[in-house]
């Protein structure tokens, strides 16, 4: 299963070649959302047409792509003894372990010189920066990152992220003058659409004999495009 070979991501990847985005960040309007996990996927898309990638987690508050963090520096000469290799051309930067470098990511200078030492052996480069609304001093804020970026891309979860995070995450992407190149939905936790015609079956066809039910209710939980499932 390649989720980042979908349809919904091959719209999105279109959207970033037409604006000439180079680097993109992913940021989360709640905990939980997928923001992670979306950015990964992205990486994938944007390096399965073999432009070398990389992911860096400045997920501080979170658990971010699982790695543990590296003692780098966005002043350092070279970040190739830090990074992982994912694929052939696809690399991540863990979370940074020095409070030094988590300062110097909040200096737009010394940031603009990290961003274009790792231009000159990227494609694209993917930040992963969790939970924008996340209350925690090492949390960067999303304007610290932004602005050395090409475009911002918003991910929420359907089902869990509250209307207050969102208007809280809108307005600190408005105060912070940042460019919004589209908005990722998570549907993980919704229910399938099989899942929610099962659950009518079970509630208002209660005059259906129990062995149709089963056999309606073993289809719909098998069905690939009915459980929303990837092909």
């Not at 000439?20 to 940021?27: L, V």
């Not at 020095?98 to 990290?114: H, N, Y």
């Not at 475009?151 to 809108?170: F, N, P, Q």
Request: proline letters at 4%; charged letters at 20%; glycine letters at 6%.
């Amino acid at each position: 299963m390649k989720p980042w070979l979908s349809q919904e991501f091959d719209q999105l990847f279109q959207q970033i070649h037409q604006r000439q985005c180079r680097i993109i960040t992913f940021a989360g309007a709640s905990s939980g959302c997928g923001t992670s996990t979306q950015a990964y996927w992205l990486a994938q898309r944007l390096s399965a047409d073999q432009p070398k990638t990389l992911l860096i987690d400045l997920d501080l508050a979170g658990s971010g792509q699982g790695y543990p963090k590296a003692d780098w520096s966005c002043q350092a000469a070279d970040f190739s003894n830090h990074t992982k290799v994912l694929s052939e051309v696809l690399d991540l930067l863990p979370q940074p372990r020095s409070q030094q470098t988590i300062l110097e990511l909040r200096q737009p200078q010394i940031l603009a010189a990290a961003v274009e030492q790792w231009l000159d052996d990227y494609q694209y480069i993917i930040c992963d920066v969790g939970n924008i609304n996340t209350a925690n001093w090492r949390n960067l804020a999303i304007a610290s990152i932004s602005h050395a970026s090409n475009g911002t891309i918003l991910c929420i979860a359907a089902g869990k992220t509250t209307e207050s995070e969102v208007l809280a995450s809108a307005q600190r992407l408005e105060q912070g003058n940042v460019e919004l190149i589209g908005t990722l939905i998570n549907d993980q936790i919704n229910p399938s659409l099989g899942d929610e015609i099962r659950r009518v079956i079970e509630s208002k066809a209660k005059w259906l004999p129990r062995s149709i039910k089963q056999k309606f209710s073993q289809y719909l939980a098998t069905n690939p495009l009915l459980q929303g499932k990837y092909q």
